[in-house]
């Protein structure tokens, strides 16, 4: 059976200091914002060139606390894309704040930031780009249009640990960047974990209050919080992975390149677009399968034991819990969720395990396309 992910290679590269630093945080006894936690910020700030790294609980606690801080509140807008993971939204929902989605563009899966402006009324406060699969939101004409607007940018960069825009790393450009950890993620933990970076002190500020109850001084608790930090477990793992993330990243890279090559020819295939500006992490490794054959792939792989995975089967604007938001044009989105099917990508992956799923994605093809 070929898995989706298969993180036992990178783990296993760096065992003997995963086994240390895990039994290092055993024999200290400090299991909360400890050492660990306040070196791996220290150590994410510097890899982003931020001001502030802030630990937290989840990727969706990132978003969450980051939503908190910008003021989101009922009745708020908050322009987004339709093809992520429910967390994008979720958080702001937490305020009482709606999406409003633009559709993507159909190439880099991401919101497709032409259409931005058009959505924008009075009660807009906020963009998410969400930097789908790994491969950046074109940052600088959807940063012209916050600023012109005085809207704040949340970037969702979940999938996209590493991933830059015109040299500069996802998640640096907006106002702050929330990242996950888990464990599939390009950066996971083993567990939950996730963090937000800004360079903005105000929202740091904010962020490190909300995720301690609410308190900058320990029993003085200012406003309602939450219980959102990263454990000191995790940090200490993510402190061993860090110095890998760009060396797996590449790896990812050289995968993504063989498939390229061995789809080539292929006429119901696209494979990963990349735009000039971009340098693609593949968190995912996502090709359209033209002629409505996607799910008869997906079928025919599964019969070989080989995963591959619809992300995501439902947009979220179609979501039951989005039922009364009122219709948008999202035609792209909703032409994706029927074509995209993501392949097995992982840094280590070897060439023989993306022959074999290549052939059969390309059999699959041949043999539902003969009947
Ligand atoms: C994974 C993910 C999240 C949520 O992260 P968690 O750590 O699982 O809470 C948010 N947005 C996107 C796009 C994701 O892929």
């Given at each position: 059976m070929i898995p989706l992910l298969d993180t036992q290679p990178e783990i296993q590269s760096i065992w003997d200091e995963l086994m240390s630093s895990i039994q290092d945080v055993l024999k200290k006894g400090s299991f909360i914002m400890g050492p660990n936690v306040k070196a791996f910020e220290q150590e994410a700030a510097s890899y982003f060139g931020v001001k502030h790294a802030i630990g937290v609980n989840s990727g969706t606690d990132a978003l969450v606390l980051a939503a908190k801080a910008f003021g989101l509140k009922e009745g708020d807008e908050v322009i987004t894309t339709?093809?992520?993971?429910f967390a994008t939204t979720e958080s702001v929902g937490q305020f009482g704040a709606v999406p409003v989605f633009v559709d993507i563009d159909p190439s880099t899966f991401n919101l497709d930031v032409s259409k931005v402006e058009a959505a924008i009324t009075s009660r807009t406060k906020a963009i998410i780009p969400v930097h789908l699969y790994g491969h950046p939101v074109d940052m600088d004409p959807l940063m012209d249009i916050a600023r012109k607007h005085n809207l704040k940018v949340l970037e969702d960069v979940a999938q996209a640990f590493g991933s830059e825009y015109k040299g500069k790393k996802a998640g640096t450009i907006g106002d702050a960047g929330a990242f996950s950890f888990f464990p599939s993620k390009n950066l996971g933990g083993f567990g939950d974990g996730g963090m937000l970076i800004t360079n903005d002190d105000e929202i740091a500020e904010t962020v490190k209050m909300l995720r301690v109850h609410g308190a900058r001084k320990k029993y003085f608790n200012e406003v309602i919080g939450y219980n959102s930090r990263l454990d000191e477990i995790q940090a200490a793992v993510l402190r061993c992975k860090l110095p890998h993330i760009d060396e797996w990243n590449e790896g990812r890279r050289r995968a993504a390149q063989r498939y390229n090559d061995l789809f080539a020819g292929e006429s119901m295939i696209e494979t990963p677009f990349v735009a000039d500006y971009a340098e693609h992490v593949y968190h995912q490794y996502t090709i359209k399968i033209k002629g409505g054959q996607r799910d008869a792939v997906e079928a025919g792989l599964k019969e070989k034991e080989i995963s591959s995975f619809v992300y995501y089967p439902v947009p979220v604007n179609a979501l039951p819990v989005y039922k009364n938001l009122p219709a948008r044009p999202l035609q792209n989105s909703d032409a994706c969720t029927g074509q995209v099917l993501s392949l097995p990508i992982w840094p280590k992956i070897t060439e023989e395990t993306q022959q074999t799923v290549a052939t059969a994605v390309i059999a699959s093809l041949k043999q539902t396309v003969a009947v």
């Open positions: 339709p093809f992520t993971f």
